[in-house]
């Protein structure tokens, strides 16, 4: 029973202080957002290497998977329609179901498998490796030069990538309604205009904003609580990636609840 207590204990401190560190490393990235200093040449080469690697180099890979698993949806969702008699209800499904849910959904797991382990992996061989206190000693501030443009970058990539994702679901949505629903592609784009909304469009780019946000700046933090060992690095990018994808479900169940209410 004491140790049941004392494992309980244990666990409540860790998420504590882990939720700590997370309110106060969010609190120092968005405080650099408005700070001059922030946006000098080396942030800037930064970032702009983190969006080639992060929103650039997948393109094949993430336009294969798009029209792929676009088309496999498209196709599944509008038979089922026209099975059911629920013909009336494309728009709304089109944009509130594979724009709305699915695009950020499948790109935030794409980019948090592919960009936020490997920056998980480089925080923590950094950290390993005492690069951050070489930044330090050089009065380099890590936040700056290495946290804000992973971050911005993630931001800036979910939303690009949602968009893309969202822009190849329409297309498939289009040429599944004209082989399933006989549908021209003016009453299709007359079906869209009518069911997008201005809250659904602010929502989304919110959601992906925040996807972007966390799935960086957890990866990081987990980073940081590498030891001086090599053995620490898998250990902490297999907490770190655990994290992501609990803050993924978290922040979708948080928008479900946040869209039923407006």
Not at 136 to 147: E, G, K, S, T
Not at 207 to 221: E, Q, R
Request: with cysteine; net charge positive; glycine share 6%.
């Amino acid at each position: 029973m004491i140790e049941a207590i004392g494992r309980i204990g244990k666990s409540s401190i860790q998420f504590s202080r882990s939720v700590a560190e997370t309110i106060d490393l969010s609190r120092q990235i968005l405080g650099t957002f408005f700070h001059r200093r922030t946006y000098n040449s080396a942030t800037l080469s930064v970032l702009v290497n983190q969006i080639y690697f992060t929103a650039v180099e997948i393109l094949p890979l993430f336009i294969t998977v798009s029209i792929v698993l676009g088309s496999l949806v498209m196709g599944l969702v509008l038979q089922t329609l026209k099975n059911m008699g629920l013909s009336q209800y494309l728009g709304n499904i089109l944009i509130g179901f594979a724009v709305n849910e699915l695009s950020p959904f499948v790109t935030v797991l794409l980019i948090a498998l592919r960009s936020g382990s490997a920056i998980n992996t480089e925080i923590a061989v950094m950290k390993v490796n005492k690069e951050l206190d070489t930044l330090r000693a050089f009065r380099i501030d890590p936040v700056n030069y290495l946290f804000f443009p992973r971050i911005v970058n993630g931001m800036v990539s979910l939303v690009l990538l949602t968009g893309l994702f969202s822009i190849v679901l329409i297309i498939s949505g289009g040429l599944f309604s004209r082989i399933i629903f006989g549908m021209g592609l003016n009453i299709y784009i007359d079906l869209l205009a009518r069911s997008v909304h201005l809250s659904d469009v602010v929502i989304l780019l919110l959601k992906c904003a925040t996807y972007g946000f966390f799935i960086t700046l957890i990866p990081i933090i987990s980073g940081m609580r590498a030891t001086h060992q090599l053995t620490t690095i898998p250990i902490a990018v297999l907490h770190g990636m655990i994290r992501v994808f609990l803050a993924i479900i978290f922040i979708e169940v948080l928008t479900l609840i946040v869209r039923s209410v407006i």
